[in-house]
C-alpha cells in the first residue's frame, strides 16, 4: 500500500502548464579584442546604443561604419535654395540626409521624389525619413537610378521638379558592408552590383573581359597609369573574393610601395564598379534628360567623384548655357571646405557642379 499522500484533485477545471521561461541567449562571442568582420562589430548595427563610440569615431575624421554622413549640405541647399511648396527630386536617396535637409525647407506643401537602385539600402531610408514624419503625401521613394527621372516623373503626373539632386558616390552603407563587394578593406564575395538582383557581379565580369578591353576601361574609368600591366594580370581569370582581387593586382606590382599599391587597387576597384553598373552610361542619359525635368528656373546639383562623371557633368552643363538651356551654370567646381574634410575622409574627392535652367522671357548668363 502506497503511504504517499495522493495529489488532492483538480476542482477548478483542467490544470494550464506553466509558462516556459524564455532561454537567455548570449551575444555571439568573436576571438580577440576587436573584431574584424563587420557583421560581428555589434556597435556597428545599434549606433543610437552606442553613441560614444559613435562620437569618438567622428571625432577622428572617420565615418562609423554602417552609417553615412552627407556631403556638402551646406553648399547644396545654398545652390538649390528649395523653397516652400516646391517639387524636388532626390535622384540618389542613399542614407536620406541630403533628402532630410530638403524636406524640412520645402514644407509646407512640399513633395520630394527619392530614387535609388539599391533594393537593400533604399526600405532603410525610406523607414528614416518616415519616422521622422515625412508622410507619403510629401515623400516617395521609387526604385530606380537617376536615368529613369522622365519616367517616373510620368508615372506619378509630375511636369518637371524645381529642385534636382544627384550624388554620385557610394553610401558608406554599400563600401562597410563586406557582402556587397565593393571596398579593398573587407573581404567578400566580388559582387559591386548596386541591385545585386540585377547583372553580373565584377567576378563573372572580369573573368569573361579581354585583356586590351580591360585596360580601356581602367586608363576611361580610373586614370589607371599601369592599366596594360595589370589589365594582363587579371583579366580572363575568376576572382571570388575582393582580397583575392587586391592580392593578385599586388603582386602584379612588386615594385611600387604598399600605399602606391593600394592606390592602384583602389583605381581597378574603381574602374570595376563604373562598369558593372554601367554608371557612365546611366549619367550620359541622365544629363540629356534633365533639361525636360526641370521646371523654368528650376536648379540641379550634381556630386561627383571621380573625374570621368566630372567632364561629363561640365560638358553637359557648358553645352546647356551654350544653347539656352540654362541661365546659369558653375564654371569652377566646388568642393567640401577644409574643415569638412578634416571631419570626413570620405568627402575629399566630392566635386560639385550646379546649373539654373532659363526662366521664361529670361536670358542666359554667359
Known amino acids: 500500500m502506497n503511504d504517499e499522500p495522493s495529489t488532492p484533485p483538480n476542482t477548478t477545471g483542467p490544470e494550464s502548464p506553466a509558462p516556459l521561461e524564455k532561454a537567455h541567449r548570449r551575444r555571439p562571442r568573436y576571438s580577440?579584442?576587436?573584431?574584424?568582420?563587420?557583421?560581428?562589430?555589434?556597435?556597428?548595427?545599434?549606433?543610437?546604443?552606442?553613441?560614444?563610440?559613435v562620437d569618438k569615431v567622428l571625432a577622428s575624421g572617420k565615418t562609423p561604419a554602417g552609417s553615412h554622413r552627407s556631403i556638402m549640405v551646406t553648399e547644396i541647399l545654398e545652390v538649390l535654395a528649395p523653397k516652400p511648396g516646391e517639387m524636388a527630386v532626390d535622384c540618389t536617396l542613399g542614407y536620406g540626409g541630403h533628402a532630410k535637409e530638403i524636406l524640412a525647407k520645402i514644407g509646407p506643401g512640399g513633395r520630394l521624389l527619392g530614387f535609388d537602385a539599391d533594393p537593400i539600402e533604399l526600405p532603410k531610408a525610406e523607414a528614416r525619413l518616415r519616422a521622422l514624419g515625412f508622410g507619403p503625401e510629401t515623400f516617395t521613394v521609387h526604385r530606380s537610378n537617376f536615368a529613369g527621372i522622365p519616367q517616373v516623373l510620368a508615372s506619378v503626373g509630375i511636369p518637371g521638379a524645381d529642385v534636382i539632386l544627384a550624388d554620385l558616390g557610394l553610401s558608406s552603407m554599400q563600401i562597410d558592408d563586406p557582402a556587397r563587394g565593393f571596398s579593398v578593406k573587407f573581404e567578400g564575395p566580388l559582387d559591386m552590383?548596386?541591385?545585386?538582383?540585377?547583372?553580373?557581379?565584377?567576378?563573372?565580369?572580369?573573368?569573361?573581359?579581354?585583356?586590351?578591353?580591360?585596360?580601356?576601361?581602367?586608363?576611361?574609368?580610373?586614370?589607371?597609369?599601369?592599366?596594360?600591366?595589370?589589365?594582363?594580370?587579371?583579366?580572363?581569370?575568376?576572382?571570388?573574393?575582393?582580397?583575392?582581387?587586391?592580392?593578385?593586382?599586388?603582386?602584379?606590382?612588386?615594385?611600387?610601395?604598399?600605399?602606391?599599391?593600394?592606390?592602384?587597387?583602389?583605381?581597378?576597384?574603381?574602374?570595376?564598379r563604373i562598369a558593372v553598373n554601367d554608371e557612365f552610361s546611366a549619367l550620359d542619359t541622365f544629363l540629356r534628360n534633365l533639361p525636360e525635368c526641370l521646371n523654368a528656373g528650376g536648379?540641379?546639383?550634381?556630386?561627383?567623384?571621380?573625374?570621368?562623371?566630372?567632364?561629363?557633368?561640365?560638358?553637359?552643363?557648358?553645352?546647356?548655357?551654350?544653347?539656352?538651356?540654362?541661365?546659369?551654370?558653375?564654371?569652377?567646381?566646388?568642393?567640401?571646405?577644409?574643415?569638412?574634410?578634416?571631419?570626413?575622409?570620405?568627402?575629399?574627392?566630392?566635386?560639385?557642379?550646379?546649373?539654373?535652367?532659363i526662366s521664361e522671357g529670361s536670358l542666359p548668363i554667359v
Request: aromatic share 6%; hydrophobic share 30%; proline share 5%.
Open 299 to 357: 536648379r540641379v546639383a550634381i556630386l561627383t567623384f571621380h573625374s570621368g562623371e566630372d567632364r561629363r557633368v561640365k560638358k553637359a552643363f557648358d553645352a546647356g548655357l551654350r544653347n539656352g538651356i540654362y541661365s546659369n551654370i558653375s564654371h569652377e567646381v566646388i568642393r567640401p571646405s577644409a574643415k569638412e574634410r578634416n571631419e570626413n575622409s570620405r568627402s575629399a574627392p566630392a566635386k560639385m557642379r550646379w546649373a539654373q535652367k
Open 32 to 53: 580577440g579584442k576587436n573584431p574584424r568582420k563587420f557583421e560581428d562589430k555589434y556597435k556597428e548595427h545599434n549606433p543610437q546604443k552606442y553613441t560614444d563610440t
Open 193 to 272: 552590383r548596386m541591385n545585386p538582383q540585377r547583372g553580373q557581379p565584377a567576378s563573372a565580369f572580369l573573368e569573361r573581359i579581354k585583356s586590351e578591353d580591360l585596360a580601356s576601361l581602367l586608363v576611361d574609368h580610373s586614370d589607371e597609369p599601369r592599366a596594360r600591366e595589370i589589365s594582363t594580370a587579371i583579366a580572363g581569370r575568376r576572382f571570388e573574393t575582393t582580397t583575392q582581387l587586391a592580392s593578385a593586382i599586388r603582386a602584379t606590382l612588386p615594385r611600387l610601395s604598399k600605399d602606391e599599391q593600394t592606390l592602384s587597387i583602389r583605381r581597378v576597384f574603381q574602374a570595376l
